[in-house]
């Protein structure tokens, strides 16, 4: 029986593609198939997917209609044979070793959920972010709190490309036309059922995976129409921290706290846009006219910096003037 399958989903990275299937492929473990995920790509991507498909038995290629991140996830992980899921991103590599690593650590500690690390050095040398754990960690279900805070109220362990597990954590099924349209925060959004429901998680402190710095990829922009994702998203990791509550005392109001962060977040992306002044008050308005900043917009992390507070206040303004001023600001300040 498979062990692995590896679901790489594929929009528009036929300058990548290559690499980040040929990295599968050369694993030292070989028990795994690859499933790619054409998601309606318009460059020769798709014809990338069908050639490797055609050349190796173990990759299939799905072709789908552009229906988003979570979607193509979806279709690939119900298309999937092996017991525990990975997904790859399209422009991103594996270290040579990494499935064998991954398997080592689920037959020893029976893991349904293994967390690794990213570098962003081809030579797995430099790391792509730090984590709260100085070394590799186990957590069986009483222990997962420090979890739950973590992907409630931070982006640290977020990403779905740096999680292994059992395809019965996988939810396959609740996608919306909300969750459909979602392209920032997706990761967490998928993740949030795994992190819940997981016996025994291991991190693993091993730079196993290559995170390209594709200036090019969505989660690099600062998105102006970000407002709807941050909004499901946020209102997902709520509902989760209202389950965990009984767990992780305080969660749920740092929760909050996360949510009126993403209100300022999104207001902010749209002022330092291209936007013209006449759209960028309109989404403005749009923002501040929905039930989510109405109900959170004040809920603000006590690390919250009070130069953040006084751009945030300036921006949430009726005043054109006062509004054009903290974004000349805040473009100076950042160089």
């Known amino acids: 029986m498979l062990l692995f399958s590896l679901i790489i989903p594929v929009y528009n990275t036929e300058r990548y593609l290559e690499d980040c299937i040929n990295s599968v492929l050369k694993q030292t473990y070989k028990n795994y ?137 996988f939810n396959y099924s609740f996608i919306g036309e909300d969750e459909k349209n979602v392209r920032n925060g997706d990761d967490c959004l998928l993740s949030l059922p795994i992190i819940d429901k997981a016996k025994t998680v291991v991190f693993i402190n091993y730079l196993i995976y290559y995170y390209r710095k594709n200036e090019q990829s969505i989660v690099h922009l600062s998105n102006p129409k970000c407002f709807d994702s941050y909004r499901v998203v946020s209102e997902y990791r709520l509902a989760y921290a209202k389950k965990w509550e009984n767990k992780c005392l305080g969660i749920l109001n740092k929760t909050k706290c996360f949510a009126g962060e993403q209100c300022y977040t999104a207001m902010r992306n749209v002022m330092i846009s291209n936007m013209s002044w006449k759209e960028k008050l309109q989404e403005i308005k749009r923002i501040k006219d929905s039930d989510f900043y109405i109900k959170y917009h004040t809920f603000l992390p006590e690390s919250f910096s009070l130069m953040k507070r006084v751009f945030y206040s300036m921006w949430r303004s009726n005043n054109i003037i006062i509004s054009n001023l903290a974004t000349i600001i805040y473009r100076s300040a950042r160089g």
């Open 33 to 169: 198939e690859i499933i790619l995920v054409d998601d309606g790509s318009f460059d020769e991507s798709s014809k990338i997917c069908d050639l490797y498909s055609d050349q190796y038995d173990c990759i299939v290629t799905l072709h789908q209609r552009n229906s988003g991140p979570i979607q193509a996830r979806i279709n690939g992980a119900k298309r999937a044979k092996g017991d525990f899921l990975l997904f790859l991103d399209s422009d991103d590599m594996l270290r040579n070793d990494a499935l064998e690593i991954i398997s080592n650590v689920i037959n020893v500690y029976h893991a349904d959920l293994v967390m690794f690390c990213a570098s962003v050095s081809k030579n797995f040398d430099v790391p792509f972010k730090t984590y709260p754990f100085e070394k590799s960690k186990v957590f069986l279900e009483q222990d997962k709190t420090v979890l739950y805070e973590l992907i409630c109220t931070t982006p640290v362990i977020n990403e779905l490309a740096l999680k292994c597990f059992h395809k019965s954590l």
